[in-house]
């Protein structure tokens, strides 16, 4: 079913996509699906350390007119100490990129999320942190952070239940 879910939606869209599934069983998949209009150049699926449903980080690398940028689609956990984990998991994973561009952005299931120092905060960064993504709670749990070298020009939340997590849309300057 996930499998028609997102060809259906590439077809739509007009874009390339990647999809890993965190969760397999008998009767459905379910897990991380990255659209991008750019020409994708490499990917892969990392699990991560999950105790309870197993969490992962989509890296799908997108070539912007000649320029290479990793794209990193998250789902973490709910469980705190999980989150403590996978968030240095992520973090090892990054570090691993060296000065490469990247964006992160996904469901990190928490508030008051911070990576190093070294990963922008758009929301933040443009004075919106106090939009919230997730309808049925009151506080962001949702995220892009980006490279330094990537500058935020617009951040925004479209209030649209289309899931339990509403919409984002980031401007970027490469």
Do not use: W
């Amino acid at each position: 079913k996930v499998g028609f879910q997102v060809s259906s939606l590439k077809e739509e869209l007009g874009m390339n996509s990647h999809f890993g599934a965190n969760v397999v069983n008998l009767n459905s998949n379910y897990g991380l699906v990255t659209y991008s209009k750019y020409k994708i150049i490499r990917q892969n699926h990392v699990y991560l350390s999950s105790s309870r449903e197993q969490r992962g980080l989509l890296h799908t690398v997108i070539d912007v007119r000649g320029k290479k940028v990793n794209i990193i689609n998250v789902h973490l956990g709910t469980d705190k100490n999980e989150q403590k984990l996978q968030i240095e998991e992520l973090q090892d994973f990054i570090d691993g990129l060296g000065n490469e561009n990247y964006i992160i952005a996904g469901d990190f299931n928490a508030a008051d999320i911070t990576l190093e120092e070294n990963c922008i905060d758009v929301a933040k960064e443009l004075d919106k942190s106090n939009t919230l993504t997730f309808s049925l709670g009151l506080e962001r749990i949702d995220y892009i952070f980006v490279s330094p070298n990537i500058k935020p020009i617009n951040y925004r939340v479209i209030i649209k239940k289309l899931s339990d997590h509403f919409p984002i849309i980031a401007k970027l300057r490469l």
